[in-house]
């Protein structure tokens, strides 16, 4: 596609719920970022995908947070048992993973728990 | 530890000169970049330093000082169009993601 692409771009869960945010990459982008963006904050880096590395979890908040990249393109970041505070715009960008290569972002999965 | 700084908001109005500071902490620095976002909208790149000096494009300019740990953004001829927050962001030596700081919000007004 012509850009990043998340799906869904809005997810109302009950707390407790499950749930998977997917993210489609830029076609042939090896880095595959997800930040995290509560209302009126800044960007909130939790986990980076680079070729074939191991991916960088360091941002993840806690075990409830996974995420998987498969064949090198689709993401998909899972939040078990999801809490109130988890509410956010969850945000994806890839590129080419070059150092100062720009982010592209997808539009964001905006998640509300209740 | 790993920070940066930045106001968390600035106002002007048309036509000015703004500038958006931001003073970082990080080991291995390798560059700074600038991200523009509108309400509801996505991050948008618009520039990298990863040398000392000052980078421009059209309107919008950028300045990274590493002995000092500091840039800018520095936005001309202000327009209604670019209230929005900008965001400063650095990586690292070691090849991490792109951390980013909290957020400036400008408020352009007439």
């Known amino acids: 596609g012509a850009g990043v692409s998340q799906s869904p771009s809005n997810k109302v869960t009950e707390k407790g719920k499950d749930v998977e945010l997917r993210c489609d990459p830029i076609?042939?982008?090896?880095?595959l970022y997800w930040y995290r963006q509560s209302l009126g904050q800044g960007l909130e880096f939790l986990i980076y995908?680079?070729?074939?590395?191991?991916?960088?979890k360091s941002g993840l908040p806690s075990d409830r947070f996974s995420a998987e990249r498969t064949g090198g393109s689709v993401s998909t970041l899972t939040i078990q048992r999801t809490q109130q505070e988890d509410s956010a715009v969850y945000l994806c960008?890839?590129?080419?993973?070059?150092?100062?290569?720009?982010?592209?972002f997808g539009n964001g999965t905006r998640l509300t728990v209740t | 530890g790993q920070s940066l700084e930045q106001p968390s908001e600035v106002t002007a109005v048309e036509g000015a000169i703004v500038q958006i500071n931001c003073t970082y902490q990080?080991?291995?620095?390798?560059?700074l970049s600038w991200y523009q976002q509108h309400d509801g909208g996505a991050p948008t790149f618009l520039s990298y330093?990863?040398?000392?000096g000052l980078e421009e494009t059209g309107r919008f300019s950028s300045f990274l000082s590493r002995s000092d740990s500091y840039g800018y953004l520095l936005l001309q001829e202000l327009q209604m169009k670019d209230s929005a927050s900008y965001f400063c962001?650095?990586?690292?030596?070691?090849?991490?993601?792109?951390?980013f700081g909290k957020g400036t919000t400008l408020s352009v007004s007439s």
């Open positions: 960008a890839s590129n080419g993973g070059n150092k100062g290569s720009p982010l592209h």
């Open positions: 076609s042939g982008h090896t880095a």
């Open positions: 995908f680079q070729g074939n590395s191991a991916p960088d």
């Open positions: 990080t080991s291995g620095f390798y560059g």
């Open positions: 330093n990863a040398l000392d």
């Open positions: 962001a650095f990586d690292n030596q070691a090849g991490t993601a792109l951390i």
